[in-house]
T-cell receptor, first 114, second 113 residues
């Protein structure tokens, strides 16, 4: 089954404690992205990757890091989480080509930073 | 900053009615306009998308209308059903280069039985 998986699904942490949210896709997609979703603000892109070792900032990259060492994995790293990073996070992937008809989103990771 | 403005924020429709959600954009370089559907507790799912070289695209009960000169596009849901109750997001991007995808803020649709 084609899918994007994220772990953990729920996470409560404290300010300053480094954490990583993993994202993995089994569709051999080139493109992967991270989004955060906040009430009233919709979805905002954090980082994206167009292939292995190729990443770039989205609209809200501050406080986040990513890496793309393997095609299937695209972890999101919060080096020093702060309460304003409390949010619902989604990973997404799509195949190559000009159009995004095949973009898939993961189930989401709900993060609470105390 | 690139923006996509979506309206209304919420919409209540009776079963069998037509739901209409509108979006407007500023960046004339956008050339891909998808709509996503999100149910509570789930990730967004691509519903339908349109390119600017066509004015309308229909898939079942869902239709996108696109007005390039007005920089507007809309989603029409015909014969709305209670199962259509979800949050809908429009989005826009520039293909063939950056992967940046800009989303509207969403419309919560409720279809009453």
């Amino acid at each position: 089954e084609a899918q994007v998986t994220q772990n953990p699904r729920y996470l409560i942490t404290v300010t300053g404690k480094k954490l990583t949210v993993t994202c993995s896709q089994n569709m051999n997609h080139e493109y992967m992205s991270w989004y955060r979703q906040d009430p009233g603000l919709g979805l905002r892109q954090i980082y994206y990757s167009m292939n292995v070792e190729v990443t770039d900032k989205g609209d809200v990259p501050e406080g986040y890091k990513v890496s793309r060492k393997e095609k299937r994995n695209f972890p999101l790293i919060l080096e020093s989480p702060s309460p304003n990073q409390t949010s619902l996070y989604f990973c997404a992937s799509r195949s190559g080509g000009a159009w995004q008809e095949t973009q898939y989103f993961g189930p989401g990771t709900r993060l609470l930073v105390l | 900053q690139q923006q996509v403005k979506q309206s209304p924020q919420s919409l209540i429709v009776q079963k069998g009615g037509i739901s209409i959600i509108n979006c407007a954009y500023e960046n004339t370089a956008f050339d891909y306009f998808p709509w996503y559907q999100q149910f509570p507790g789930k990730g967004p799912a691509l519903l339908i998308a349109i390119r600017p070289d066509v004015s309308e695209k229909k898939e079942g009960r869902f239709t996108i209308s696109f007005n390039k000169s007005a920089k507007q596009f809309s989603l029409h849901i015909m014969d709305s059903q209670p199962g259509d109750s979800a949050t809908y997001f429009c989005a826009a991007s520039v293909q063939g280069g950056s992967e940046k995808l800009v989303f509207g803020k969403g419309t919560k649709l409720t279809v009453n039985p």
